[in-house]
T-cell receptor, first 114, second 115 residues
Framework: AAGVIQSPRHLIKEKRETATLKCYPIPRHDTVYWYQQGPGQDPQFLISFYEKMQSDKGSIPDRFSAQQFSDYHSELNMSSLELGDSALYFC?????????????FGPGTRLTVT | AQTVTQSQPEMSVQEAETVTLSCTYDTSENNYYLFWYKQPPSRQMILVIRQEAYKQQNATENRFSVNFQKAAKSFSLKISDSQLGDTAMYFCAFMKPTNTDKLIFGTGTRLQVFP
């Protein structure tokens, strides 16, 4: 079965640079979530989209922006990167028809800011 | 606001034994979902088990079962016949029942299974 795809899997950037993370949800899933997991931390919700509209927003810095496109893939854009942005970024997808509203997680993008 | 608390940062168990991981949560919602996710060293987030708050029956998935106590807002995970592959970080998570709601995670319990 198709899973959530995230690219790139690993990304190394320098401070003040920009990064773009991509997420391709499971086919027919219309909701995408972004989570940030710092070292030794639990995943923290950043932002979500439903049918290409932002549905909820968490503790996402103003330097970050995201959108969901017509094909339902989503991109997280991160500018003016800081050392503290180094983390594992998960994308998850779900569908209203998914039993229990289960969120399916991608493998994550590991971002290292140097 | 909802909160999820996991009071055991680390647990260990011998292979084939049983271990229970604790989770408590706080919410004013009457209906919601609770989850246990496993995160092995690969860092992939894997759903272990799910419980709907309106269901009184405790969820079971093979060697994994939960003890859901709604009044006490407690949601523990029991792993029977522990296997080496169960070694991982385990996160308890809460979600309101809307279609697009976020997961709220606890801080996790690191489980080590010893041979």
């Amino acid at each position: 079965a198709a899973g959530v795809i995230q690219s790139p899997r690993h990304l190394i950037k320098e401070k003040r640079e920009t990064a773009t993370l991509k997420c391709y949800p499971i086919p027919r899933h219309d909701t995408v979530y972004w989570y940030q997991q710092g070292p030794g931390q639990d995943p923290q919700f950043l932002i979500s989209f439903y049918e290409k509209m932002q549905s909820d927003k968490g503790s996402i810095p103003d330097r970050f922006s995201a959108q969901q496109f017509s094909d339902y893939h989503s991109e997280l854009n991160m500018s003016s990167l800081e050392l503290g942005d180094s983390a594992l970024y998960f994308c998850a997808s779900s569908s209203p028809t998914t039993p229990g509203d289960e969120q399916y997680f991608g493998p994550g993008t590991r971002l290292t800011v140097t | 606001a909802q909160t999820v608390t996991q009071s055991q940062p680390e647990m260990s168990v011998q292979e084939a034994e049983t271990v229970t991981l604790s989770c408590t949560y706080d919410t004013s919602e009457n209906n919601y979902y609770l989850f246990w996710y496993k995160q092995p060293p690969s860092r992939q987030m894997i759903l272990v088990i799910r419980q709907e708050a309106y269901k009184q029956q405790n969820a079971t998935e093979n060697r994994f079962s939960v003890n859901f106590q709604k009044a006490a807002k407690s949601f523990s995970l029991k792993i029977s016949d522990s296997q080496l592959g169960d070694t991982a970080m385990y996160f308890c998570a809460f979600m309101k029942p809307t279609n697009t709601d976020k997961l709220i995670f606890g801080t996790g319990t690191r489980l080590q299974v010893f041979p």
